[in-house]
C-alpha cells in the first residue's frame, strides 16, 4: 500500500471515527464511522488506501471484483471497485437478493445472521477484494469468504479499516491475508 495514502487514512480514521458505548447493546463499543463518510478529503484518502490493495507496485488492478458485506461494507467497496474500474458485488442479509442465492449463517459478537450471495457473482477463478469496516470476531468475514468459495472464485485479500485485535478475527480467515488500515 502506498504509504502516503495510508498515513492520510490513518489519520482521518484517528479524527473523524467515533465510540458509541453499548450499542447495539449493552457492553458493545460501536465504532461510529459517519464522521468519516461526511469528511470528503477522509473518506477520499481511505478510499484511495483501500483501493491501493488491489493493485499491483505499477497501479494495475490485481483483482477481477471488490466485495462488500450489507451495510457499511457496500459503501467502501463499491467506489473503490470504481476506483480499480472493476465489478462489485454486494453480500447481503437473508432474503435481500432476487435471484439464486448461497447463503452462509454465521455468529456475531453480538448475535447470529444469515449472509446471502448470488450464485452467479463471480466467474470461477475470479480474485476477489473483500471490504468491510471492522473486522471483529471474524465470523462476517470468514462467512463471505466462504461464499465467494462456493462460486468458484477467491478471496485474495479481506480489507478493514479498523481490526478490533482483543476478538482475535484474523484467526478465523485462515490464509486470506488481511489489511487492517488501524488496530483498536
Do not use: N, W
Not at 67 to 75: D, K, L, N, S, W
Not at 156 to 172: D, I, K, N, P, W
Amino acid at each position: 500500500m502506498a504509504t502516503q495514502a495510508r498515513d492520510r487514512a490513518v489519520e482521518a480514521l484517528t479524527r473523524l471515527v467515533r465510540d458509541i458505548p453499548d450499542f447495539p447493546e449493552p457492553g458493545i463499543v460501536f465504532k461510529d464511522i459517519a464522521p468519516l463518510l461526511a469528511d470528503g478529503a477522509g473518506f477520499a484518502a481511505v478510499i484511495s488506501a483501500l483501493a491501493d490493495l488491489g493493485r499491483d507496485a505499477d497501479g494495475r488492478p490485481v483483482v477481477d471484483k471488490v466485495v462488500g458485506m450489507e451495510a457499511r461494507g457496500f459503501i467502501l467497496a463499491a467506489p473503490v471497485a470504481v476506483e480499480l474500474g472493476v465489478g462489485f458485488v454486494p453480500v447481503r442479509k437473508a432474503g435481500k437478493l432476487p435471484h439464486e442465492t448461497h447463503r452462509v449463517a454465521y455468529a456475531l459478537e453480538y448475535g447470529e445472521a444469515v449472509l446471502e450471495l448470488h450464485q452467479d457473482a463471480f466467474t470461477p477463478g475470479e480474485r476477489v477484494l473483500v471490504i468491510d469496516d471492522v473486522l471483529a470476531t471474524g465470523g462476517t468475514a470468514r462467512a463471505t469468504c466462504e461464499l465467494i468459495a462456493r462460486c468458484g472464485a477467491r478471496a485474495v485479500t479481506f480489507a478493514v479499516l479498523m481490526e478490533l485485535g482483543f476478538l482475535s478475527g484474523r484467526a478465523v480467515l485462515g490464509d486470506v491475508p488481511v489489511e487492517v488500515l488501524a488496530t483498536v
